[in-house]
């Protein structure tokens, strides 16, 4: 089973519709980060968690919500998807060591509003 | 607040050719540096960090990068590229110290650079 998994991989919804995109972790992590990637802009943060009582909004937050429902669960919501919001996103993972290295990834979810 | 720079939206190289993809960084504090690389369809993959130390920093894969504090850089380097490394590779960097503040702990990433390795 992959370490950061995310439901579901591909999403088409319609403009106005509520959508949640979920990710789960094997990795006994503490800190979850939700991204979105777009051509050419790169990845972006939409919002963080250093752990469940603790959620952060990120530089592009507005639309977006989240729910730390434990540990290893976090949540997106597009509360009223719109057009633009048609994206890959990516949920990821690290540890709180001080001098941790990089995020683990999930597979990302391809979100498409129409 | 702490940026990267990936200058080249493509690089395309012949395969067996060196390869270099290109990254410059501003943070305040000491850089912590990253190289992710991205398949089609698939999530981010872990390729090399810099934390402290040796500039030259190996990685998966036979990748490497250097890095240069004096010019802000970062590049990623392969001698011989296989076609196989064509992919979407992507910098990042993360802030400890200095007046980083709330970006402690969270990468900030370029817009990646679309490498194709031609046969």
């Known amino acids: 089973d992959a370490d950061v998994t995310q439901t579901p991989r591909n999403r088409i919804t319609k403009t106005g519709k509520r959508i949640m995109l979920e990710c789960s972790q094997t990795?006994?992590?503490?800190?979850m980060y939700w991204y979105r990637q777009d051509p050419g802009l790169g990845l972006r943060l939409i919002y963080y968690s250093f752990d469940v009582k603790d959620i952060n909004k990120g530089e592009i937050s507005d639309g977006y919500s989240v729910s730390r429902q434990a540990q290893a669960k976090f949540s997106l919501s597009l509360e009223s998807a719109i057009p633009n919001q048609t994206a890959l996103y990516f949920c990821?993972?690290?540890?709180?060591?001080?001098?941790?290295?990089?995020?683990?990834f999930g597979s990302g979810t391809r979100l498409t509003v129409v | 607040a702490q940026s990267v720079a990936q200058p080249e939206d493509q690089v395309n190289v012949a395969e067996g050719n060196p390869l270099t993809v290109k990254c410059t960084y501003s943070?305040?504090?000491?850089?912590?540096l990253f190289w992710y690389v991205q398949y089609p369809n698939r999530g981010l993959q872990f390729l090399l960090k810099?934390?402290?130390?040796?500039?030259l920093v190996k990685g998966s894969y036979g990748f490497e990068a250097e890095f240069n504090k004096s010019q802000t850089s970062f590049h990623l380097k392969k001698p011989s590229a296989l076609v196989s490394d064509s992919a979407l590779y992507f910098c990042?960097?993360?802030?400890?110290?200095?007046?980083?503040?709330?970006?402690?702990?969270?990468?900030?990433f370029g817009k990646g650079t679309l490498l194709t390795v031609n046969p």
């Open positions: 990821a993972t690290s540890s709180r060591a001080p001098l941790l290295v990089g995020y683990t």
């Open positions: 990042a960097v993360r802030a400890w110290g200095g007046d980083s503040g709330g970006s402690n702990y969270k990468l900030t």
């Open positions: 990795k006994g992590h503490d800190r």
């Open positions: 810099y934390i402290t130390g040796d500039n």
């Open positions: 943070v305040s504090g000491n850089p912590y």
